[in-house]
């Protein structure tokens, strides 16, 4: 799950932009992100890339298996 990190939730997190790319034109090689949180104003970005197999956030959120503090 991804949440704002000075939020502490992910209630408030708007994608703003958001890209997939395609190497082969069928299998999705990487999924990016970024987010904005509305209440706080935090922005951050999410980036997924399957050859790697590899999830890397940045700026103001972050990845965690974890329930939410604030729902």
């Known amino acids: ?9 992910p ?3 708007q ?7 395609f190497e082969d034109g069928e299998m999705i090689n990487e999924l ?3 987010y904005e949180c509305t209440l706080c104003g935090s922005t951050g ?8 197999d590899e999830e890397t ?4 959120v972050e990845l ?5 503090k604030f729902a």
């Open 15 to 21: 994608i703003t932009q958001s890209r997939v790319y």
């Open 1 to 9: 799950m991804i949440t704002c990190t000075n939020c502490e939730t």
């Open 64 to 68: 965690t298996t974890e329930r939410p």
């Open 45 to 52: 970005q999410y980036v997924y890339d399957e050859e790697c």
């Open 11 to 13: 209630q408030f997190l």
């Open 57 to 60: 956030v940045s700026g103001d």
């Open 32 to 34: 990016s992100e970024t």
